[in-house]
């Protein structure tokens, strides 16, 4: 319906605020990592942010962040749409219940949760000592080995919902015939779970995994908030240091050279997302 | 929508399973809340007790005193308030039009704008903070409320596009063309026709960016330095020093700025969920 130009004109107006907010600042990014303060082409950049070894630290640190939250949103998120499938007085608040640490921003999450995990006045290390699981208070977010799992456990806690909601809307989408049919096969819970409910929701979870995968490359906020980075650099991450770079050392030129190769990665991620979900959702159907 | 389990009887023991599970789910959901709610009415010296107290031994409202009379953090709501609302609006204007373009219409390139919108919603904001930061400091919008509208505009319109498209396409073209035959307009038809039919699609897109915007953090660091125009995520910074941080104020502000998007959560709940799922589901 209608001449091939105006669907056109109903797009365009947004298609032109994106370009010049995404399209434009993406251009320029690559053209001042390439140069230095003067305007004048160099390779310095890339190489003085490749050179320290906290660059290596922080990516690994990205990657260390990001695959082990995912693991457990994905778990505990799944398990979480299964209980809010069956049915149970009480299930519709539990569903809201369920969905608020993902609503309320990332700020008050890492602020709470901060001060929950306080060394000597925090309700954890009371509760932990208190039941003898610990025998001493724990600097959790000073301890070298406790740090990183902290942060990741808050970040579970903060988007496992988000997981939830998408697989619950997935499992009231599978059809009721195919339980029936494992009913009448004798199935037990687990194995409906196991041979029906995963493999309809794969889709689904495919779709969900990638998105979390783009938004824990891009967390800032609860790290910075808790630890900015520290101690010690050790739970500094990628986009912190640019953050860092950028704000706090006022090395643009840098900061925009390991923005280009922070992008080319979550580039290649975004790539994978876009081919592997239509087939993903074709297969499904 | 079948629900999986309406027409099994639950045995006792998988009831009693069902609900131990969901107590603690509510558990873990809800604790931190719980504890921000009673650290934000004890005083200074009680939330500085060691072994720490359940219950507030002398509950005080002084923290909220604090926080909403000698405090930065009414101005900062307002703030907040007007740059969610702003970027909310500029989203959805665009966001209308460019819907409707990719639900009712058929032009070349149209798979490959989609997939540049799909881009924008999944880049990664710390890879384009400091070309942004330059290009605004240029235009001399940096600390402004129009400046932080237009980025978070970056955040709120691929999501808007993305849920109000796949709403409109699961609105019949039916009534639009019968509205067309009778000699209306394009965009009479949008605004008489499809806008009325997508109101939920409509109003779940306004709750999601409002909230997304509200709960921003990064942009706002780097983008609003002044008082003028911080938000509050970056507010609550301000109840620490290097320090010393005054506990009971944090948690009172984080409950000031909680509470607002929790209620807004809760109203629209059913259309939000729906609306997202939606988009995720169908694509």
């Known amino acids: ?285 | 929508m079948s629900d999986v389990a309406d027409d099994r009887r639950q045995k006792p023991a998988a009831l009693a399973a069902i609900y131990i599970a969901s107590i603690i789910l509510v558990v873990v959901c809800l604790f931190p809340f719980v504890w921000m709610a009673l650290s934000s009415i004890k005083k200074l010296p009680e939330l500085f007790t060691v072994p720490p107290h359940w219950l507030p031994a002398d509950p005080t409202l002084g923290n909220y005193w604090t926080v909403l009379f000698n405090s930065n953090i009414p101005r900062y709501f307002l703030n907040s308030v007007i740059i969610s609302g702003g970027a909310t609006l500029v989203a959805l204007l665009l966001a209308v039009f460019a819907s409707y373009g990719f639900a009712r219409f058929e032009f070349r390139g149209k798979a490959y704008l989609q997939t540049f919108v799909l881009i924008g919603q999944l880049l990664p904001t710390a890879a384009i903070i400091v070309p942004l930061f330059i290009t605004l400091r240029y235009l001399h919008l940096i600390n402004t409320y129009w400046g932080l509208i237009l980025v978070y505009t970056i955040i709120t319109l691929p999501l808007s596009v993305w849920m109000l498209t796949s709403y409109m396409r699961g609105i019949p073209v039916d009534l639009e063309e019968a509205a067309t035959i009778d000699g209306a307009s394009r965009l009479g038809v949008l605004f008489r026709i499809t806008l009325p039919l997508a109101m939920p699609g409509l109003v779940a897109v306004v709750v999601y960016s409002f909230v997304t915007c509200w709960n921003e953090f990064v942009f706002a660091l780097v983008f609003a330095q002044d008082q003028s125009v911080k938000t509050l995520p970056i507010g609550l910074a301000e109840f620490s020093t290097e320090f010393n941080t005054d506990w009971g104020g944090v948690m009172a502000a984080s409950m000031v700025m909680t509470i607002p998007v929790v209620l807004l959560f809760l109203v629209f709940q059913r259309l939000f969920v729906g609306g997202l799922t939606a988009g995720a589901t169908k694509g």
């Not at chain 1, 434009?24 to 390779?43: E, F, K, R, W």
């Not at chain 1, 959790?140 to 988007?159: E, S, Y």
């Not at chain 1, 790290?223 to 953050?243: D, E, F, H, R, V």
Request: hydrophobic residues 60%.
């Open chain 1, 1 to 285: 319906m209608g001449r091939p130009l105006t669907g056109l004109y109903f797009i365009l107006p947004a298609i032109i605020v994106l370009l010049m907010l995404i399209a434009y600042p993406i251009a320029y990014t690559v053209y001042l990592s390439g140069v230095d303060a003067h305007g004048n082409l160099t390779g310095k950049n890339y190489l003085n942010v490749l050179r320290p070894v906290v660059t290596r630290q922080a990516f690994f640190n990205l990657i260390y962040y990001v695959g082990g939250s995912i693991v457990f949103q994905v778990i505990l998120g799944t398990l979480a749409a299964i209980l809010l499938n069956q049915k149970f007085w009480g299930r519709s608040a539990v569903r809201s219940i369920t969905l608020i640490p993902w609503v309320v921003p990332g700020i008050v999450a890492a602020t709470t949760w901060a001060w929950m995990f306080h060394t000597e006045f925090g309700i954890i290390n009371y509760m932990l000592t208190g039941a003898h699981v610990i025998p001493a208070p724990i600097g959790w977010l000073t301890n070298k080995d406790t740090v990183m799992p902290v942060l990741i456990a808050i970040n579970v806690w903060k988007f496992f919902p988000f997981v939830a909601i998408m697989v619950l809307a997935g499992l009231q989408a599978i059809p009721a015939d195919l339980y029936e049919a494992a009913k009448v096969d004798g199935a037990s819970f687990w194995e409906e779970v196991w041979f029906i409910t995963l493999p309809q929701v794969r889709p689904v979870l495919v779709a969900v995994t990638l998105l979390l995968v783009i938004w824990g490359l891009n967390a800032i906020t609860l790290i910075y908030a808790i630890t900015q980075g520290g101690p010690a650099n050790l739970s500094l991450i990628t986009p912190i240091q640019i953050y860092q770079l950028a704000f706090t050392s006022f090395q643009f030129n840098e900061a925009a050279a390991l923005s280009v190769l922070f992008f080319i990665v979550a580039a290649i991620i975004v790539a994978i997302y876009i081919k592997v979900i239509p087939s993903n959702v074709e297969a499904a159907k």
